[in-house]
């Protein structure tokens, strides 16, 4: 019997000799890693974290999203529910948690994954650093709160 792999993404088959898959460019993985990918998914989601954190909050689908880009990572989390408002006014927010010695790793990864999402981020970071507005390319000094010129906000207060 021939041996297979599958990408772990989008689940399509490939012959033993092929590496990484065509359409998402992941490494493929043989049916008992897949296999064990899962197990290891699956002790993640049900491990119970100590001394829960709430490192996002956000809509469910957000939520749900970054909560699978941490597990992904191998990095325990879960979702809470606020209920607070019992108006119905307010709509739902949930919450993102991971054990307290898991902050660090789970913001560091948060971010990369924005920057993944969202490569236009790094450019502007880069191009604030070297003193630019990144929306117009206008000179602004370091403490500068918004663009001289077009008047970008370049520091978000909340």
Same mark, same amino acid.
């Given at each position: 019997?021939?041996?297979?792999?599958?990408?772990?993404?989008?689940?399509?088959?490939?012959?033993?000799?092929?590496? =990484? $898959?065509?359409?998402?460019?992941?490494? @493929?993985? +043989?049916?008992?890693?897949?296999?064990? %990918?899962? &197990?290891?998914?699956?002790?993640?989601?049900?491990?119970?974290?100590?001394?829960?954190?709430?490192?996002?909050?956000?809509?469910?689908?957000?939520?749900?999203?970054?909560?699978?880009?941490?597990?992904?990572?191998?990095?325990?989390?879960?979702?809470?529910?606020?209920?607070?408002?019992?108006?119905? =006014? $307010?709509?739902?927010?949930?919450?993102? @948690?991971? +054990?307290?010695?898991?902050?660090?790793? %789970?913001? &560091?990864?948060?971010?990369?994954?924005?920057?993944?999402?969202?490569?236009?981020?790094?450019?502007?970071?880069?191009?604030?650093?070297?003193?630019?507005?990144?929306?117009?390319?206008?000179?602004?000094?370091?403490?500068?709160?918004?663009?001289?010129?077009?008047?970008?906000?370049?520091?978000?207060?909340?």
């Amino acid at each position: 019997m021939t041996q297979i792999k599958i990408c772990p993404d989008c689940a399509t088959e490939y012959y033993q000799h092929i590496e =990484c $898959c065509a359409d998402c460019g992941v490494v @493929l993985l +043989s049916p008992e890693e897949i296999k064990m %990918a899962q &197990e290891e998914k699956k002790r993640l989601k049900d491990k119970a974290l100590e001394n829960p954190v709430v490192v996002r909050e956000g809509d469910l689908k957000w939520m749900d999203e970054l909560f699978n880009v941490l597990i992904d990572f191998s990095i325990p989390c879960a979702i809470n529910a606020d209920t607070e408002c019992k108006k119905g =006014c $307010c709509g739902e927010t949930y919450r993102l @948690l991971v +054990s307290s010695k898991d902050v660090e790793k %789970a913001n &560091e990864r948060i971010e990369e994954y924005y920057m993944e999402i969202h490569p236009e981020i790094q450019s502007s970071k880069e191009m604030i650093s070297q003193g630019k507005c990144p929306a117009c390319g206008s000179p602004v000094s370091t403490d500068a709160v918004e663009c001289p010129d077009c008047e970008l906000p370049l520091i978000i207060i909340e």
